[in-house]
């Protein structure tokens, strides 16, 4: 898939709306995200991080604006065109919040053999990237157990085995630590910035404030109007408490110390966004 311009943005958002049967959540997102980079995409439940994500990954298309992959635009009509939507395929891997949504094969095997498969990739080559991405992510005494029977821990490693496997140049996360255990959640930041330094971009929808500084190299935060609040370095969006109080990722908790009372900001416990 040649880019008609080579000097365009990996992905260029364009004045992009999008309702939920008339619910608002996206009301005009206008971004870019370079090759190789590291962006997360900060926000509240509800304020369309997840939805401008799914749109990255062309499971959604906009109401009105416009989204560009590699200088060609990304909609329904580009993704019916074989030649596109193979190489956008093979090029752009999502890792859901909910693994169950990801997983559907009888066995770990099959699951991380899927991708490669669908690609056409000989037999030999499916293999080897099967056993490599089944050892990188620790899931050999898994292989042949059923994805379903799984922990929620084990199912997040194997719904991002099933990617890697493809070798995808982009990777797009979802909420990726939520409802994950500490030492599940310190792997998966571990191996995304494992997997930047091997040259992948890497595009991150959270509200887990205490991983951004690990997963990223520029923050976005979203605003509960469905409009981006601000960009910057995370730690700058991390020291600014007014932007994070008006996207709701924290909230001033009162103390009370020798009867004085002062606001300490909270971030808000980790939760589900169900795809808004």
Do not use: C, W
């Not at 571990?190 to 929808?205: F, M, P, R």
């Not at 001033?252 to 606001?263: I, K, L, S």
């Amino acid at each position: 898939m040649a880019a008609k311009n080579a000097d365009a943005p990996l992905f260029l958002v364009e004045d992009v709306h999008f309702s939920y049967e008339g619910a608002p959540a996206l009301a005009g997102a206008t971004l870019s995200v370079e090759r190789g980079e590291r962006v997360a995409l900060l926000g509240a439940n509800g304020s369309g991080k997840s939805t401008l994500l799914k749109m990255l990954d062309g499971l959604l298309f906009p109401d009105r604006g416009r989204i560009g992959f590699m200088g060609q635009e990304l909609s329904e009509a580009t993704l019916r065109l074989d030649s596109f939507s193979r190489e956008f395929r093979r090029r752009v891997g999502f890792v859901f919040q909910n693994a169950d949504a990801q997983l559907f094969s009888p066995t770990v095997r099959d699951e991380v053999a899927f991708g490669p498969l669908h690609l056409g990739l000989p037999d030999d080559e499916v293999e080897r990237r099967v056993e490599d991405t089944i050892h990188i992510l620790g899931l050999g005494h898994l292989k042949e157990r059923a994805p379903y029977h799984l922990s929620g821990g084990e199912k997040k490693r194997v719904a991002l085995a099933s990617v890697l496997a493809i070798n995808p140049d982009v990777l797009l996360f979802d909420e990726p630590t939520a409802g994950l255990d500490p030492k599940t959640s310190s792997f998966l930041v571990s191996l995304a910035g494992d997997l930047h330094e091997a040259g992948k971009t890497i595009i991150t929808a959270t509200q887990d404030l205490s991983i951004v500084g690990d997963i990223a190299d520029r923050a976005l935060v979203m605003g509960e109007d469905h409009r981006l609040a601000g960009e910057g370095p995370p730690a700058a969006v991390l020291a600014d408490r007014e932007l994070l109080l008006r996207a709701n990722l924290i909230h001033d908790h009162p103390h009370r110390h020798g009867g004085v009372e002062h606001y300490h900001p909270h971030s808000h416990v980790e939760g589900h966004e169900h795809g808004h």
